[in-house]
């Protein structure tokens, strides 16, 4: 027989005398989803913001409110500068999120946002996202990052 047939999923077919069951393969990729998938997305907090790839690593940055040329920059080394007047996001960090549900900051230029993993949170329906860093100059913080999905009133409560 020279024309192929095709066989329908979930059907048995004998192919070279061996049975073989026909999958598609897309059913089952249709329901597989990463174990990170609820922290993927685009998380904003007041000067701040973590964007998290499909592939679960991302982007955190955010304000230092740190201004250059002041005894702000004597007061907080390491901490990046932002020009006079101008608000920029300086502080600039590679994260990714790790098995154990945790933010894994892999490369940072503030040492407020050090390399190491953060404990995490999601709430509200898995719209926001509380960051839990640990720094020498500001002891244990929780900062709050909120999906575009939260309703308005309460982001602005939550996330500034």
């Known amino acids: 027989m020279t024309a192929a047939r095709k066989i329908a999923a979930g059907s048995i077919a004998l192919l070279a005398g061996a049975a073989v069951l026909v999958t598609t393969g897309t059913a089952a990729d249709a329901h597989h989803k990463p174990w990170y998938q609820a922290y993927i997305g685009t998380w904003d907090g007041h000067g701040r913001q973590i964007v998290i790839g499909r592939n679960g690593t991302g982007k955190m940055d955010g304000r230092t409110y740190v201004t250059c040329g002041t005894e702000d920059v004597a007061n907080n ?84």
Do not use: M
């Not at 940072?108 to 050090?114: I, M, W």
């Not at 990052?145 to 009133?153: D, G, V």
């Open 77 to 160: 080394p390491g901490v990046p500068c932002e020009k006079f007047g101008i608000p920029a996001d300086v502080s600039v960090q590679s994260v990714r999120i790790t098995k154990s549900r945790r933010l894994a900051i892999t490369k940072t230029n503030d040492v407020t946002r050090a390399v190491g993993t953060y404990r995490t949170k999601l709430s509200h329906g898995n719209k926001v996202l509380t960051v839990t860093f640990v720094s020498r100059r500001d002891g244990r913080v929780d900062v709050p990052f909120c999906s575009p999905k939260l309703n308005p009133a309460t982001s602005r409560d939550i996330c500034g």
